[in-house]
């Protein structure tokens, strides 16, 4: 961290019916000097239990910022993409950290619609009621929160009610068997009515395969994020991308 040896990469969220970009996910690599670049996966739970998680989160959330600021006064000017920004349990629970969030989103000039903040039931782990007062506090600064994994952890249903959230996203472990398996299928139709029946915005993670987005399609899931789609691109690979892509106007 200190070494400024973490990278961060974005991962183009896309809307599934034209295939346009909706907004990006920052997730962090490790560039290490021998073993190139290494995946969050492998090194945030180590993060997490040595206490670093809060000055990584918030060095993404700072580059992610200024990011997206600029792409939305940019390419996106007309269409405003969504900045997803992964938050560990600890980072949120620090007693600065809606000062710092407020800080950081007022220097970036980011607009606080445009920020999505990515949190897992794992916050409200300790207590629920100060979870909740927490998250209504970020809630305030006017961004947005989306419950990640969804589906995937305990009683997911009961905190769906606790959480103030915006999106949801269905976990991967659902959308690698909605063809092959009936009961992924209908678990990921009834996390849609019940998302979209809360007025949430769904996205699907971890789509692969164009048979696994059509069937998302066909059950009525708007948006999605998976190598089918685009892989986390680092900063030049991601201006390639954009190049590519072309935004409606
Ligand atoms: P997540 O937020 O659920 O992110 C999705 C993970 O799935 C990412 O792994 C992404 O690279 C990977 N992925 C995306 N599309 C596909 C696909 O089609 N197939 C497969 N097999 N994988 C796909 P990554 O980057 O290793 O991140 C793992 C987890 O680490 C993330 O899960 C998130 O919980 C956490 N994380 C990532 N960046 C940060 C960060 O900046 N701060 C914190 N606190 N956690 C982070
Ligand atoms: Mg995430
Ligand atoms: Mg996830």
């Not at 290490?32 to 492998?42: L, M, T």
């Not at 792409?71 to 997803?84: G, K, M, S, V, W």
């Not at 976990?171 to 809360?198: H, N, P, W, Y």
């Amino acid at each position: 961290v200190d070494n400024q040896g973490l990278d961060v990469y974005f991962q183009p969220l896309m809307n599934l019916s034209d295939l346009t970009v909706h907004g990006f996910e920052a997730l962090v690599r490790w560039i290490h000097p021998e073993k190139g670049v290494i995946s969050a996966f492998h090194f945030i739970p180590l993060a997490e239990d040595a206490g670093l998680t809060p000055k990584i989160d918030r060095m993404v959330l700072q580059r992610t910022c200024a990011k997206v600021r600029d792409l939305n006064n940019t390419i996106f000017a007309d269409r405003p993409a969504a900045a997803h920004v992964n938050l560990s349990p600890t980072s949120i629970r620090q007693n600065d950290f809606v000062k710092n969030l407020a800080t950081d989103l007022a220097e970036s000039g980011l607009n606080p619609e445009h920020l999505v903040l990515e949190i897992t039931e794992g916050v409200m782990m300790q207590d629920v009621e100060q979870a909740a007062s927490r998250l209504r506090a970020i809630k305030s600064l006017g961004v947005r929160l989306a419950l990640d994994d969804f589906g995937t952890g305990y009683s997911s249903l009961s905190y769906l009610r606790s959480f103030p959230v915006d999106v949801v996203k269905i976990d991967k472990l659902f959308v690698d068997e909605i063809e092959t398996d009936e009961g992924a299928s209908a678990l990921v139709q009834a996390i849609l009515r019940l998302g979209l029946g809360l007025t949430f915005e769904v996205v699907a993670e971890g789509i692969e395969t164009q048979e696994q987005m059509k069937s998302l399609l066909d059950l009525g899931c708007l948006y999605g994020q998976g190598y089918y789609l685009a892989h986390p691109l680092s900063s030049p690979d991601l201006a390639e991308f954009l190049e590519k892509v072309r935004q409606p106007s």
